[in-house]
């Protein structure tokens, strides 16, 4: 198959560059190039023949080869710049020149040996595993269809194992052939080189055979050009706008192209979707509006009759439970007039109880030794006994203690430290003329520290002359204004970080203050404890309070609903005469509704069905289906068709464009075909 496939490519370059016919005025290029193995050109000779179809007596051509000379009759040219006029007489001109242009694709050879790089040449002398590799240059974005012969040696190659090539045999001899196609898209997959892996004996290889051209491409391309007539882009955005809006369930847009007739039919289907569901709702509401009216007759009639059988009942029950009722509201009027007469004797207990815990509290205050503190306790009451005790609390607050205590020692702490501001003020000052030392050394190329600098100096390695320098240098620096607010700055910092430190550890070994806030934390622990236990007393008072209260209430209450009670066992008795003759007419309406409504229930289930399991699905499913096909169909018409075409459309224009070697007139078309010998030696 491999070599079936390099047959006919080769025929393809071949016959495209020979073939006559293929245009009016075509320039036919062939252009030998012989090369190294590493792709250096070695000479270009450019063959030209302008097919003169139309038989024209003159020919003007452009060029920018040297030496030209006519090699296919005695046609006569001139020159001027790089305009070239031929005499052709009706005729075909055949001519050549040379060049130093570089061609537009090369060749290149790369050969290891046991995975080292060596020359082809140096191979004839050596034995081991190589790959020999062709890869092609490509000096302009060029698509261009490569087929290499390379001629192998009798003896020398073993094993041999190709990749994008294969072995013919040519009048007895061996010739391995590879194919490439240089410059075209990555995403095509197309090799761009090919290799040989076998094993070497002193093989010996001598030249190889390049025919590359870019004709066979562009003619390929041209052919589909003029078999496609549509306007691909614009076929591709209206199938994207329709696949967009059937995703989006919006109305479809109008198209010009292929995509004309789909719309149509689209529409014109949703469209009859969309009108049998319309008329599947409407008789859906008509039933559904008259089995309603049904329902609210056949209900009302119901109600009616249920209401006046209820009524009936309950009007009897009503008469009976009145009667037992106003029974009920004498006794309960009776007991709560009792239970009135307890309310003093509970209220009265609870305060004494009350008076006796707080009568306790004062003495335990008085005993507390609070007074000898500094701290007057009042006498605690019922009213006032959460805002005296909250006052001592706020008093005997440990922190606020501490805090005080702070506030009267940080005074005498910061008279002592600032009597020795002076000694503080040098050995910040000695600190910060240690960094600005380090600065000035760094600055004159001496990394180093001022402990390394003090021991340089002391060991004679700084000179007098430079120790003076860096001392003036210094000094200037601290007499710097900067200089002096930085030393002030951490003076006074250092100042209020030794009091703070001083007034801390003074507080923490004084142990007559210690004890003064372990003392004050006691009691403030102990009062917390006795206000939470009258909360708790003066809760109790409160809630019996409330309990005597309500009943006082209930008994007012008990007797009005005594004598409500005898008048509603007066009113029901009469009630319950007129709802019994109420009740027998609503059965008779009732018994006529119901007919009325089963026929209406059996037309509402039809039409109901017909619209939600008919019409509302069969719509459901084809709008669904439509998404659903839209949805797959989106990523080629937005991802896959647009790469594929934007990758024809490089290749074609890379092909047409660049194809030619020499300069090409306007009014002709040039068929470029390179012959490449690569001279391995």
């Known amino acids: 198959m491999k070599k079936q496939i390099i047959a006919l490519l080769l025929t393809a370059i071949m016959v495209l560059g020979c073939v006559p016919g293929l245009a009016d005025n075509t320039k036919h290029e062939r252009v030998y190039v012989v090369a190294a193995a590493d792709g250096t050109v070695k000479s270009i000779t450019d063959n030209i023949r302008l097919e003169n179809a139309d038989g024209l007596d003159e020919i003007v051509d452009q060029t920018l080869l040297n030496a030209i000379q006519n090699v296919g009759g005695q046609e006569t040219f001139k020159l001027d710049g790089e305009t070239l006029t031929w005499q052709a007489l009706g005729k075909d001109i055949t001519y050549e020149g040379t060049s130093e242009k570089a061609p537009a694709i090369l060749p290149t050879v790369t ?32 698509s261009a269809l490569s087929i290499t012969m390379l001629p192998l040696p009798d003896t020398g190659i073993s094993d041999l194992k190709l990749e994008n090539a294969t072995v013919i045999t040519v009048m007895g001899h061996q010739v391995l052939v590879g194919w490439a ?42 052919e589909l050009d003029e078999r496609i007539s549509l306007d691909l882009h614009s076929e591709l955005d209206e199938a994207e706008s329709l696949l967009t809006a059937l995703q989006n369930g919006e109305a479809l847009p109008e198209t010009t192209g292929k995509t004309k007739d789909i719309v149509l039919k689209i529409n014109e289907l949703n469209d009859g979707l969309t009108q049998l569901n319309d008329g599947a709702v409407t008789l859906a509401n008509g039933a ?42 004498a006794l309960l009027d009776t007991g709560l007039t009792t239970i009135i007469a307890n309310n003093e004797v509970l209220n009265n207990g609870a305060q004494t109880i009350f008076a006796a815990i707080l009568t306790s509290a004062n003495e335990q205050l008085a005993a507390s030794g609070l007074d000898a503190a ?19 609390l706020a008093q005997l607050n440990p922190e606020g203690l501490r805090a005080a205590a702070q506030e009267q020692v940080e005074p005498v702490v910061r008279a002592q430290v600032e009597k020795n501001v002076d000694q503080v003020r040098a050995a910040v000052e000695e600190a910060v003329q240690g960094k600005v030392l380090e600065a000035v050394l760094q ?15 002391e060991a004679g390695r700084i000179s007098s002359e430079q120790a003076s320098m860096i001392s003036a240098a210094v000094e200037q620096q601290m007499a710097t204004e900067e200089v002096k607010a930085q030393v002030e700055t951490a003076v006074q910092q250092q100042v209020e970080q030794l009091i703070q430190e001083n007034t801390e550890a003074y507080l923490a070994s004084d142990e007559t203050v210690a004890a003064k806030l372990s003392a004050a934390q006691t009691a403030y622990e102990s009062l917390n404890a006795l206000k939470a236990q009258l909360d708790q007393v003066n809760t109790f ?18 007797t009005a609903l005594h004598t409500g009670l005898t008048q509603l066992n007066e009113g029901a008795a009469a009630l319950s005469d007129g709802a019994a003759t109420l009740s027998e007419g609503a059965a008779s309406l009732s018994e006529g509704t119901d007919s009325l409504y089963n026929g209406t229930v059996e037309l509402k289930v039809g039409a109901e069905a017909l619209q939600s399991e008919g019409t509302q699905k069969l719509k459901a499913a084809l709008i669904d289906a439509e998404k659903e096909a839209a949805e797959k ?23 047409r464009n660049n194809s030619g070697y020499d300069l090409r007139p306007e009014n002709m078309k040039t068929v470029t075909v390179y012959i490449i010998r690569t001279d391995l030696q």
């Not at 309950?314 to 009920?328: I, Q």
């Open 374 to 392: 500094g701290i007057e306790v009042p006498e605690l009451t019922a009213e006032n006994y959460a805002d005296v005790l909250d006052a001592v």
């Open 181 to 222: 196609v240089p410059g075209i898209d990555e995403e095509l997959k197309l090799p761009t080189s090919f290799s040989a892996s076998f094993h070497a004996d002193h093989a010996e290889l001598n030249w190889m055979m390049t025919l590359a051209s870019s004709d066979p491409i562009d003619a390929v391309c041209k």
């Open 111 to 142: 050969l290891t040996l046991d995975n080292e790089e060596i020359t082809v040449d140096s191979l004839k002398e050596k034995t081991g595993d190589a790959v020999l590799t062709v890869a092609y240059q490509t000096n302009e974005p060029l």
């Open 541 to 558: 008072v409160t809630g019996i309070r409330t309990y005597t209260d309500g009943v006082s209430q209930a008994a007012q209450g008990a």
């Open 288 to 329: 559904a509006q008259l089995s309603d009216g049904a329902s609210a007759l056949k209900n009302g009639a119901a109600q009616l009759n249920n209401g006046a059988s209820e009524l009936a009942g309950g009007a009897a029950e009503l008469s009976a439970g009145a009667a037992d009722a106003e029974g009920g509201a």
């Open 633 to 655: 169909l989106m990523p080629y018409v937005t991802d896959n068709l647009p790469r594929a075409l934007r990758i024809y459309e490089e290749t074609r224009d890379n092909a």
């Open 443 to 457: 600055a004159g190329g001496q990394d180093m520290t001022a402990e390394q600098y003090a021991q340089a100096l």
